[in-house]
């Protein structure tokens, strides 16, 4: 299998995003990892363009050890020199200088002639080859460039000894099948190109980069440059994770392969987003939150089946610990019932079924369910059931403005006798509590109140949540109602009840252990 080196701009690049600085304790972190990962060539800098960036990148070359170093530098002795000063002390330096080609950028920007610009490029790479072993030269802009004079200037600097071509899409302009015919027409057309690495560097600008890289490497790339997470300029590069998974992934296809560990990838992903401050986006490939996740009923269910019917990338191949069900609104039974098994639950067909359609219900208005949630759902659906409880029987509350709130609640105990009291309270919510406290037999102290509506409009339920404490014990409960002091007494109920069914489910389980 061809062998493809894959060179990191991450610190290069990668951080040109807007937004994004990274000091130079950070990029050594970087640094670090990447050497971890497996890249073959990290760009650590542009060494002329500060103080910050030639100690940083100096630093990283003296550090590396197991992959090669090279800095950026503009096709000026003096951003060579600065480069080669940075550089001169690792392990395996090389140079990267390049030189716009395409027209717009000759004209405009450089304000040179093409005659002039091949000139310039072959100068700056003969003055680079007294310091470096290795060069590598790009035409930056290649996929805007005439080809006739791509090939020229390729031809003319690999006559002056430059040993790696990149032939960046600066702009993310090309597309693949465009870029392919690019490497083609330089193999056909340039004298020399046999030997030297040819390279892909890709922008994302059109949401190609990954694909135009991989086109490359079709059509003769030895190298694919990239950047973690994609970060970069504007759009950002191609995400080099992506394709060192794609490379792996589909090997039957592209029959190349890379040194990328893989299973370094989401702890260099993450890295990289936690110094850059750049998140990623739940939906990318590989590293997105998202890209391990099923949610519809019918994936759950294939993937609880086995695996592959919709997973082509295992999680634990990337460093990612495994893959996840996220309970909404499109989950089926199968993928529920593993849930509830997995949180440690065991539930009769019967409540399973009650609980899978209170879970539909709820599902139409909420988008995901934690564990929590789910596990709030068979807890209730257990103290729904059981009999070791309170159960509210009726409440009266009376408020006015000149007069002390109190409540009355009747309550049907756990021996299922009528336990009726009364108190008085601050407002209305705290007369109704202290009247259950007087009912419960309880001390209950207050932790939480929270109220929601669940809909809107002025028919809409009222959501009570609380959380208290009962002997030392915490507890949550929920109550729903169409008005709110109702839903405040259901919520308090609730949480005194899962204490009872809990201290109940631990006797039995006491019971049975002995
Ligand atoms: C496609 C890419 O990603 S290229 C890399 C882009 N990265 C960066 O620019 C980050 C680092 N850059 C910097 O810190 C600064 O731009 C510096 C230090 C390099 C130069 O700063 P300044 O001297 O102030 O110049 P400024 O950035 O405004 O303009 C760039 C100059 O370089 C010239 N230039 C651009 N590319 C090249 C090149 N490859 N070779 C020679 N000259 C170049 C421009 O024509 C312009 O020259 P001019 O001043 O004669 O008009
Ligand atoms: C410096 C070059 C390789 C570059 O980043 C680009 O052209 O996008
Ligand atoms: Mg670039």
């Not at 050497?35 to 990290?42: A, F, K, P, S, T």
């Not at 600097?157 to 960046?168: D, E, F, K, L, T």
């Not at 949610?295 to 634990?316: A, R």
């Not at 709820?362 to 709030?376: C, G, P, Q, R, V």
Request: aromatic fraction near 6%.
């Amino acid at each position: 299998m061809r062998k493809i080196n894959l060179f990191d701009t991450t610190l290069r690049d990668g951080e040109q995003s807007a937004g994004v600085n990274l000091n130079a304790k950070e990029k050594l972190q970087i640094a670090l990892q990447l050497e971890r990962l497996g890249v073959d060539i990290m760009e650590a800098g542009f060494p002329a363009s500060s103080k910050g960036d030639f100690l940083a990148v100096q630093e990283i070359a003296r550090k590396i050890k197991n992959c090669s170093v090279t800095g950026l530098a503009r096709s000026v002795k003096t951003d060579i020199d600065a480069a080669w000063d940075a550089l001169k002390d690792g392990a395996n330096p090389r140079l990267h200088v390049f030189l716009a080609t395409s027209p717009i950028h000759m004209q405009y920007k450089l304000k040179q002639s093409p005659e002039q610009v091949i000139e310039t490029a072959v100068e700056s790479v003969k003055y680079a080859s007294k310091y470096f072993p290795l060069i590598q030269w790009s035409a930056e802009d290649a996929c805007r460039s005439e080809l006739p004079f791509l090939a020229k200037i390729v031809e003319e600097v690999i006559a002056a000894g430059a040993n790696v071509i990149n032939i960046p899409d600066t702009v993310g302009y090309i597309n693949p099948k465009e870029y392919g015919e690019i490497f083609q027409y330089l193999k056909s057309n340039v004298k020399g190109i046999d030997n030297v690495i040819l390279s892909a560097h890709c922008h994302d600008d059109l949401g190609m980069a990954v694909a135009n890289s991989l086109a490359a490497i079709e059509n003769g790339a030895g190298q694919i440059e990239g950047t973690i997470n994609g970060i970069g300029e504007r759009a950002g590069n191609a995400s080099l994770e992506e394709i060192g998974v794609a490379l792996h992934i589909r090997s039957d296809y592209f029959g190349a392969k890379t040194n990328m560990k893989l299973d370094e990838i989401k702890k260099t992903s993450d890295l990289v987003s936690k110094l850059t401050g750049m998140m990623i986006p739940p939906n990318k490939a590989v590293v997105g939150k998202n890209a391990f996740a099923h949610e519809s009923g019918i994936h759950q269910d294939g993937v609880l089946k086995e695996k592959t019917t919709y997973e082509i990338i295992s999680p634990e191949l990337v460093g990612v610990g495994s893959n996840s069900m996220v309970l909404g609104k499109h989950s089926g039974r199968h993928a529920f019932k593993s849930k509830l098994s997995e949180l440690g639950f065991s539930v009769t067909e019967e409540e399973s079924h009650k609980i899978f359609k209170t879970f539909k219900t709820l599902s139409e208005k909420k988008k995901e369910f934690t564990d929590e949630d789910i596990a709030a759902l068979v807890i209730e659906e257990k103290v729904e059931r059981s009999e070791d409880m309170f159960e509210l029987v009726s409440l009266q509350v009376q408020y006015g403005t000149s007069q002390v709130p109190t409540a009355t609640v009747t309550l049907k105990n756990q021996e299922q006798q009528l336990v009726q009291e009364a108190a008085t309270g601050g407002g209305s919510v705290e007369a109704i509590y202290n009247t259950l406290e007087r009912c419960t037999g309880f001390t209950i102290k207050l932790q939480d109140y929270r109220i929601q509506s669940n809909s809107s409009g002025r028919d809409a339920f009222a959501q009570v949540f609380v959380r208290v404490m009962v002997g030392g014990v915490e507890s949550s409960g929920r109550g729903m109602a169409q008005d709110v002091l109702e839903a405040s007494a259901k919520a308090y109920l609730n949480a005194v009840n899962r204490i009872l069914i809990l201290n109940a489910q631990a006797e039995e389980s006491l019971k049975a252990t002995v």
